[in-house]
């Protein structure tokens, strides 16, 4: 589950448009290799982050199994 | 409408509706154009804009409306360069009614788009695209629901497969019987409008999902997800990725060459069986200006046309099947730390087949600083032409041993130079945005779409560059026959002298003035060299012939300094225009020239010198 979004406004809009804002749930597919990006699944929709964008983004886990990106 | 593209937008035209189209990015607003408008679209030049608009003239039941695409878009209120174009287009032109088109099986998202759009009070119509996925991923939408929710008409389509076309167009046209012609409005205060009503629309979107929609318990696109477990796997993607790239460089050199080689030969044909019998009677110089000059000129923009054709119908399969962004995440964690990312790698790996429409590809990065770094150091990757000149050279001066080593290393410096470039100048051309990209289900691309894409860039390559190409193919012709009288690029033509002027610079890089008249025909184009060097040293008989001439003044040191020179700078005067024309900016396009002049340089005179102290001749 998203709990905040701590980035500047464009990046945000940008989130918001895809899906991703405070109080949705999303899932991590996978990462890339080298620090590579991560793979994300929200709602109807799949993308790409890159990671210093995913560290930026505050998350509760829903599956303590699944760490937060 | 004409289909010139290059007279002045017609904007807007009176007593004509304007209909615009206005999405998110990949909801597929370019495919419902297309197959609207069935490709008579133009590219408008519109005043205060930056970016070309797709404009054309539709006729709906007799009445003429203008339909411009609009880039797409994630938000009205987003910060980047289309989200601002987009703004300022309704803020600045009167428009009757606003096509609002949404991904169907993302509606879960897409529909803030629609709220948006509708708090600025103008006429809209939504039409819910890619019916076929929504009934794939099981989402079901209550058309009628929706439409009661949100007071404007929706329509279920899909694009690409031609369903529910009809029905759009009847539905548009009923949208505007409403308004009578010049009732189109301007948007006032938009910001302030969609400020105001931001909390809102998040509330609002809920109710209407919630009443309209129903979701799939879980994911259904299991076929998506099976496909990236193989092309994204952590070990085996990259592999599976260079190979897909392999094979389509091959496909598309397999035929490109052939086809290129063909043509040549056509206008070469031309040119000497009934050109030049008919302009026997005209003055010798007159007749050699056209038969040389001109077609030659002619024959450099149409060699590419094939090449670009096969590109684009390659590039059209890799993106429309959504592996384009999955190449992205694969070179991304690299790319990312060269200030570019995945695209750009796919994009200079096909410059290795021909640069031209590497950079015209460049154009599906939204971000200009991405672009921009992109087109500087796509111009580095070792094109065909290119090879063509060092596989001649090495056969000159070295053994075929030695010669697939002098190759094989001017590929390592083609992406070295690329690599330093890169990082030299991220900083400069920093890509504004951050990388968030969508990565679509996988599609099956359909032949007439990838079909009239291609089409549609060779013709916009044959119309930009043409000219510009000619000017410049014309100009080196003059050099090299001007004064009158002299032999063709001879010690006494404009270009010998010019040869004979830049000695000071070039002789400490081993380059000869011959040599130098040489460099001058690569500029044109790589294609030319060797015959440029067979008339400068007036040895057109033969290849061999004209090996023992070069090698007899050439040492190897100075020949492998030439090839290096070669690689690196300017590769061929299309590569300049559609540079000049992607990047709308003569500053950046002569800093790209420039660059790799002294890149080119720099190289050679470091390889000969160190050469001249080792004792190498
Ligand atoms: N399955 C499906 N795919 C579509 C449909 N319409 C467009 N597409 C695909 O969606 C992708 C994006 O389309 P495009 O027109 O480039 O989107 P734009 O970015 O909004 O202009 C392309 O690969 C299209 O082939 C449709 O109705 N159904």
Known sequence: MVAALAVEPGLRHRLEALGIKPGQSLKVLRRGWWSGPIHLQVGMTELMLRRIDAARIQVFSADPSRAAP | ?617
């Open chain 2, 1 to 617: 409408m004409t289909h010139c593209l290059d007279s002045a937008g017609v904007v807007p035209v009176s007593g004509q509706a304007m209909v615009t189209v206005v999405g998110m990015p990949n909801t597929g607003k370019s495919t419902l154009f297309s197959q609207l408008t069935a490709a008579h679209a133009h590219i408008g030049n519109w005043p205060g804009l930056t970016v070309d608009l797709l404009q054309a003239e539709l006729n709906l039941e007799g009445r003429r409306v203008q339909l411009v695409d609009l880039p797409g878009i994630y938000d009205l209120r987003g910060h980047s360069e289309d989200e601002a174009v987009v703004r300022r287009f309704l803020e600045s032109t009167p428009v009757d009614l606003v096509v609002i088109t949404l991904n169907a099986s993302q509606i879960d998202r897409q529909l803030r788009l629609a709220l948006q759009v509708r708090q600025l009070g103008l006429p809209a119509l939504v039409l819910l695209n890619m019916a076929d996925e929504a009934r794939r991923f099981g989402v079901g939408i209550d058309l009628d629901e929706l439409a009661r929710r949100l007071e404007l008409p929706v329509l279920l389509i899909s694009a690409k497969y031609r369903q529910g076309l009809a029905l759009a167009r009847h539905a548009i046209t009923k949208a505007l019987a409403a308004s009578p012609p010049g009732a189109g409005r301007m948007v006032l205060d938009l910001e302030a409008k969609l400020a105001a009503a931001d909390d809102d629309l998040a509330a609002a979107m809920g109710p209407i999902l919630q009443a309209a929609v129903t979701f799939p318990a879980q994911w259904r696109d299991a076929l998506t997800r099976r496909l990236d477990r193989w092309l994204l796997h952590p070990l085996l993607g990259l592999p599976i990725f260079f190979l897909v790239m392999a094979l389509m460089f091959q496909a598309i050199y397999a035929l490109g060459v052939p086809m290129q080689q063909a043509l040549s030969a056509l206008i070469d044909h031309f040119s000497r069986f009934v050109l030049a019998p008919a302009l026997a009677s005209w003055p010798p110089f007159l007749s050699a200006f056209i038969t040389d000059g001109l077609v030659l000129g002619i024959g450099t923009v149409s060699a590419f046309l094939p090449v670009i054709f096969l590109f684009f119908l390659a590039m059209g399969v890799v993106e429309d099947s959504g592996y384009l962004s999955r190449a992205a995440f694969l070179m991304d964690a690299f790319m990312e730390r060269l200030g570019l990312d995945g695209r750009s790698f796919v994009l200079s790996l096909m410059g290795f087949g021909c640069n031209v429409p590497a950079i015209l590809g460049t154009r599906v990065m939204r971000s200009s600083g991405l672009r921009l770094l992109s087109m500087l150091i796509i111009p580095f990757s070792l094109c065909s032409a290119r090879l063509n000149v060092f596989l001649f050279m090495a056969s000159v001066f070295f053994t075929p041993r030695q010669g697939a080593l002098v190759i094989f290393g001017l590929y390592l410096l083609s992406f070295g130079a690329a690599i330093l470039t890169a990082l030299l100048f991220k900083g400069r051309f920093a890509s504004e945005e951050s990388l968030v990209l969508e990565l679509p289900p996988y599609r099956l691309p359909t032949l007439p779409q990838i079909w009239g894409r291609a089409w549609a860039e060779v013709r916009h390559f044959w119309f930009w560059a043409r000219r510009f190409i000619l000017f410049g193919v014309v100009g080196i012709w003059l050099l090299n026959n001007l004064p009158f009288g002299v032999a063709p690029a001879s010690a006494q033509s404009l270009s010998g002298q010019l040869g004979e002027l830049l000695q000071p610079l070039l002789a400490p890089i081993g380059i000869n003035p011959r040599l130098t008249v040489a460099l001058v025909f690569g500029f044109i184009a790589k294609e030319i060299v060797l015959g440029g060097l067979a008339v400068i040293y007036g040895q057109t008989a033969s290849s061999s012939a004209l090996g023992h001439a070069l090698a007899s003044e050439v040492s190897w040191v100075q020949a492998v300094s030439f090839m290096l020179f070669t690689l690196l700078y300017t590769p061929c005067l299309s590569t300049v225009a559609v540079i000049r024309t992607e990047s709308k900016r003569l500053g950046f396009t002569l800093f790209s020239v420039l660059w790799s002049l002294v890149l080119a340089w720099l190289v050679s005179f470091c390889f000969y010198q160190l050469a001249w102290l080792v004792g190498w001749r």
